[in-house]
């Protein structure tokens, strides 16, 4: 059964810092998602990393993925208020259509 | 940009009403899926269907139904609502194969449904 384990679970941070949120999954998968969710909104996609040894950036926020160690991460480079949010990470069962998901990193930013 | 629409934003409802949630997804996607999430919980799987007129059991099914009598449109239809099926309702589409995998999943804006 393939799992997925985000940590940390909460994190609060300092603007400015740089910080790591890590997603691990149990079982061998080539597609690892990133979602961002706003509190009382839906989830929007951030990345979708498809091969081992990829890397997406988008602005402070840098995706990676090695499918040996089953382990993607999400880099936060000098962190600012607005990615405060939470950050999911979601893996598709090769068996089927569905996605398995983390349970979601909080990450506040503080000023 | 593929839009996935529901028809509600918030929705009360009282106990024992049967409750119907829609979304509408104008990219010709052949995947649908209903979630709900809950705090602590995550993002638990419902149903989904791959195709029209094609349902499958996700992870939650028990006091939900649903419908795909046409491609765009996935309903989830809770027979007769509880106060246990309170919850935030997030339905997502995808294109499968290729494509689908480089996309990803596409969210609505998710409903809010209180049972009281």
Not at chain 1, 93 to 105: D, E, H, M, R
Not at chain 2, 87 to 114: D, N, Q
Request: with cysteine; charged share 25%.
């Amino acid at each position: 059964e393939l799992k997925v384990e985000q940590n940390p679970l909460f994190l609060s941070m300092q603007e400015g810092k740089n910080y790591t949120i890590y997603c691990n999954y149990s079982t061998t998968s080539d597609r690892l998602y990133w979602y961002r969710q706003d509190p009382g909104k839906s989830l929007e996609s951030l990345f979708v990393l498809l091969s081992n040894g990829a890397v997406k950036q988008e602005g402070r926020l840098m995706a990676s993925l090695d499918t040996k160690a089953r382990l993607s991460t999400l880099h936060i480079t000098a962190a600012v208020h607005d990615l405060s949010a939470t950050y999911f990470c979601a893996v598709d069962n090769n068996s089927n259509y569905q996605l398995i998901w983390g349970a979601g990193t909080k990450l506040i930013i503080k000023p | 940009d593929v839009k996935v629409t529901q028809s509600s934003r918030y929705l009360v409802k009282r106990t024992g009403e049967k409750v119907f949630l829609e979304c509408v997804q104008d990219m010709d996607h052949e995947n649908m899926f209903w979630y709900r999430q809950d705090p602590g919980l995550g993002l638990r799987l419902i149903y989904f269907s791959y195709d029209v007129k094609m349902k499958e059991k996700g992870d939650i099914p028990e006091g939900y139904s649903v419908s795909r009598e046409k491609k765009e449109r996935f309903s989830l239809i809770l027979e007769s609502a509880s106060t246990n099926q309170t919850s935030m309702y997030l339905c997502a589409s995808r294109k499968p194969g290729h494509m689908g995998s480089r996309i990803g999943y596409t969210f609505g804006s998710g409903t809010r449904l209180t049972v009281v």
